[in-house]
């Protein structure tokens, strides 16, 4: 998730500076009903970096740590380091890098099996072992590191030596470490000491476990393939389903207890900075009201009448054709933990997001199904929240 969600934590703008405004839509005062909330940690707020990636995922397997360690006293929940995340990450891609002679995104975005990866290879952090914030700010900055990282990278990968020195890797690594700190070896937790290894294994969190689905079809359903995205930098393979049923795979998830990490597109009309996902159809909605008021207006002290809300319908054809258009891509990595209903009865997913508390609804998103099936690149979730006959058409044990 790159350089549009850059901009939107800056400043919640709904797309890059070369993109379009949205155009200005009239919500309902919605009031929300939750029908189902799995356990999240609190929200935090990733503001100017464009880690969301990093942000949500790290949510997504904290409530997993909950979820596998039955913990019920909020105070215990976990708090992991997004930034142990980000510095492996950030190495790792550099190595890549330069290996392909610089023929790779390099950038601050990536994807949710980024996490997965860090862990499966390296272990879990608590944040207070590694914060990531050794350059001076409270909340992360990193226009300069992303300049800096990348400026580097870009010298090595043109080798001026003609063969590369045995120094660039150690000094590449000492950059991240002088920005966002030393990962740490070993620190101690409820006065236990810990690798970040053993800390995962205590937590019961074992990456195998975990799958990411998508829905496209450019590949066959029921097969493997990495969606062909410039943050999918490690080329991570996502199972693919029909769009039913990655719906499917939501619903049964977050109904049995699980939470999924979400990696959609933001740049619709109807994705808010006040905390709501709607996929509006905005000629319909602009259109939509009788006959005589379009013409004469209102009765004179008429109560205003409630703005009527018109959503696309979202298709497996409309997603491909929007997918190989580009005008859906990885723009923003989030957390859905929930279900809620409207005043109305219409359905939303409770999306937990990372800019701060921030909105109406205090850094909570909700999400229409239609948004969700419309805008969805990819889920991330466990292997046992998947229904039993999808799990068994895709051959996962």
């Known amino acids: 998730m790159k350089k549009l969600l850059i901009t939107m934590a800056l400043g919640f703008v709904a797309a890059a500076a070369f993109a379009q405004p949205k155009p200005a839509i009239q919500f309902p005062d919605y009031q929300f009903t939750t029908v189902k909330e799995n356990p999240v940690t609190p929200v935090k707020n990733q503001y100017r970096s464009g880690t969301c990636w ?7 397997f904290e409530s997993e740590a909950i979820r596998l360690g039955k913990i019920t006293d909020t105070l215990a929940y976990p708090d992991f380091s997004e930034f142990y995340v980000v510095s492996n990450s950030y190495y790792e891609r550099g190595l890549k890098y330069v290996r392909l002679d ?10 949710a099996d980024d996490v997965l990866d860090v862990i499966r290879d390296h ?9 990531g914030m050794n350059y001076g700010t409270e909340l992360p900055v990193q226009g300069e590191l992303d300049a800096v990282l990348k400026s580097f990278v870009e010298s090595v ?3 001026p030596n003609r063969t590369l020195s045995t120094a660039w890797q150690r000094a590449y690594k000492a950059v991240i470490d002088e920005y966002l700190g030393k990962c740490p070896e070993t620190f101690v937790v409820d006065g236990k000491e810990y690798t970040p290894a053993s800390y995962r294994d205590a937590l019961k969190i074992n990456p195998a476990d975990y799958v990411t689905i998508t829905s496209f079809t450019h590949h066959p359903f029921y097969s493997k393939f990495a969606i062909e995205i410039c943050d999918n930098w490690r080329w991570d393979e996502a199972y693919n389903v ?3 049923e990655f719906m499917t795979i939501i619903d049964n998830a977050l109904n049995n207890g699980y939470t999924l990490a979400w990696g959609a597109d933001v740049s619709h009309p109807g994705f808010t900075r006040d905390g709501l ?3 509006v159809d905005v000629k319909a909605t602009n259109s939509a009201g009788s006959d005589q008021e379009h013409w004469v207006g209102k009765a004179e002290g008429a109560p205003a009448p409630q703005k009527v809300i018109v959503e696309s319908v979202p298709t497996q054809e409309s997603r491909q054709q929007e997918f190989d258009n580009k005008t859906i891509t990885d723009d923003h990595g989030m957390h859905i933990y929930g279900i809620a209903k409207d005043q109305f009865g219409k359905k939303y997913y409770l ?6 508390e921030t909105g109406k609804y205090k850094g909570i998103w909700y999400a229409t199904e239609a948004f969700v099936k ?3 690149m990819d889920v991330m979730l466990h292997k046992d929240a998947l229904p039993k006959d999808i799990k068994a058409k895709l051959g996962i044990k």
């Open 374 to 376: 419309g805008q969805s």
């Open 157 to 159: 990968a043109k080798n």
């Open 242 to 244: 029909p769009i039913d």
């Open 54 to 60: 990093a942000f949500s995922a790290i949510s997504f």
């Open 123 to 131: 272990g879990i952090v608590p944040n207070a072992a590694m914060t």
């Open 102 to 111: 610089g023929h790779l995104t390099f950038g601050a975005g990536s994807e």
């Open 277 to 279: 996902a709607v996929l």
């Open 351 to 356: 999306v937990k997001n990372s800019w701060g």
